[in-house]
């Protein structure tokens, strides 16, 4: 059985204490990390690899960034969903084990600047940036290349991936635009491993630091792993770790995991 896992940590070296212990106690096969806050020079990989994992990472100092441990040996390849040099955001990293690719990504949230309401850039830019993963995804099924596609998509998909629909109707979260560019990759005909065996359970991973939203469980979904049709049919488990958002100083998502049968990866 092969064990993925998708978090974001809300830096790396900040979670580190929980890292570590959450990996030698959970031993996933994969981990997608998200919002890591890090580049290289700082990067904990000297902790990381003592486990025994291979890592790779698109950093960025202080913002965003993603990470991706493996067991199996990785190589690199792409870190922007975009030109070399249009992208300036770390939030993108696709790597390849044997014949399957591991994708992680940290979509850009996309509410306006509190100065200025008006603002609509940081919505095109999610839009465009969701644009260009639909893109890259639609080809990747078109070359029947194996993949799991996992991490923070910011995006409240459906009306049960949050505690109160109507508190966030209107935002960046959940407005029609940003469900349906989401909803334009499902499309395509990726697995959304967490709502294939629990399509209609209450399961969150991110919880506000604010408002005292964990005690009260306002919390909402944006945590997903999607899986290539072929890896799906190996699909055995999958959950999110809810009491990791009760942890000493926890970030405020939690890992969201799924189980697959070794032999999906060979077929």
Known sequence: MKK???WNVASVRARLPLLIPWLQDVNPDVVFLQEIK???DVFP???IESLGYHVLIKGQKGFNGVAILSKE????VKDSLYKEGEEEQARFLEVKAGKTHYITVYVPNGASPQKDPEDDSRLKYKLNWMKALYTLIKERLETRTDFVL????NVIARNEDVYNPKSYKDTVLMIPPVQEALRSVENLGVVNALRTLHPNDVIYSFWDFQFGAYGKDMGMLLDVIYLSPRLADGLQKTYAQKEMRGKPSPSDHVPVLCELEDEAFFR
């Open 4 to 6: 993925i896992a998708t």
């Open 38 to 40: 890090a580049t290289e």
């Open 45 to 47: 990989f000297l902790e």
């Open 73 to 76: 040996k990785i190589e690199l």
């Open 150 to 153: 996992a991490g923070d998509f």
